[in-house]
């Protein structure tokens, strides 16, 4: 039940959010209250630095504050820190844990998100059972450096390929989100452009008014 | 019955090995073979700068050879790693996730290791449940930089303390484990001076004779 309900949240979102508290200007319950307020659905905690130790403490907290907001939450990288924090799933890069034992790792009903930045990555996530793909980069961003800027095309490729959910990724903010929707993009996780706001409830709420438009 | 048998096989263990693959001379296989022929009883795959889904192979390889060699295997920091690569257990920094998390992770016949470096950390770890803790650092080491060395002083209060397996550990060789064992240490974990030594089991040999003698 927990997986039906969370798989129905993660169907209606539009708009997801990485969070690395070293990038908010405030608080991060305070970031994750205001971006929900402003219609974001899902929540990724993005801590490379931590010790898992903290990085396991900040989850928990993570999962507090989320679970109060109303939003899904995501772990990056780690499924044993998403299973220990009752997050609603965790997100697989490239060089991340496979699918399939990430799954072994969390059950059946936990969201699995995978980075991917080719169609046949794409191919690969559904074949794999993914929840959702992240897309890009689509932008250059302040948040991750890439060489490679498979952008907007890749977006369209993707809306053509596959009806699973699909976030277009990648130094997307309000004054760029419409070539994504323009692209065939219905849905966007931001990193910077909300997390580092001094609104971010407005940011969020530019972004989906883009989206829902 | 897989947890009886591992703990019998740790309640005998006196020589433990840190394995990092780009410090070992020659292939990883041969050298766990070696050591193994040299008497070490348990082998850590310690893997600080890999992607997980590389880290996740390389420990489904070092399990198979562990298996071959008939020597218990320990991934370090990483529970769910250990789990899908069915590794004996997982060895745990003071940095890294907390006994009882890790246990939730590996289940109750898994070996959990706790690296201790003040007596209070040793108390700490019995109460937590550990199977076995690492005491140290002893001396300089090549592996790891430390600040502070409690030497062989806590090798001899921890002795006095607990029954609980402790590796004495830390810039541990030939030339110096006869103070270990002199400081009734029972046990030593050694890294390069096996890990990176021409002829690994006769490194072994000698210190399983000191040890031993």
Chains 1, 2 share one sequence.
């Not at 307020?37 to 507090?64: I, S, Y």
């Not at 890069?93 to 980075?115: E, M, N, T, W, Y």
């Not at 897309?135 to 060489?147: D, L, R």
């Not at 993707?158 to 760029?176: D, H, K, Q, S, Y």
Request: aromatic residues 4%.
């Amino acid at each position: 039940v927990a997986g039906a309900a969370a798989r129905e949240k993660l169907a209606h979102a539009r708009l997801y959010v990485l969070l690395t508290a070293a990038q908010c200007p405030a608080a991060l319950d305070w970031t994750i209250a205001e971006a929900a307020a402003g219609g974001v659905g899902v929540v990724q905690l993005r801590e490379k630095e931590l010790p898992d130790r903290d990085l396991l403490e900040r989850a928990r907290n993570v999962r507090q504050w989320t679970r109060r907001a109303g939003v899904l939450f995501v772990v990056n990288d780690r499924p044993e820190i998403a299973r220990l924090s009752e997050a609603d799933g965790v997100h697989l890069g490239q060089d991340d844990l496979p699918v399939k034992d990430a799954r072994r790792v969390l059950g059946p009903d936990a969201l699995i998100g995978v980075s991917t930045h080719t169609i046949e990555q794409v191919r690969q996530a559904v074949l794999d059972g993914a929840d959702y793909i992240g897309v890009g980069p689509t932008f250059p961003s302040k948040t991750k450096a890439f060489t490679d800027f498979p952008g907007l095309g890749f977006v369209r490729a993707v809306a053509a390929e596959t009806a699973l959910p699909a976030f277009a990724l990648g130094g997307i903010g309000p004054e760029n989100v419409g070539q994504v929707v323009a692209a065939g993009g219905r849905r966007v996780a931001v990193s910077s452009s909300v997390a580092s706001a001094a609104d971010p409830q407005r940011v969020a709420r530019m972004l989906r008014a883009a989206l829902d438009g």
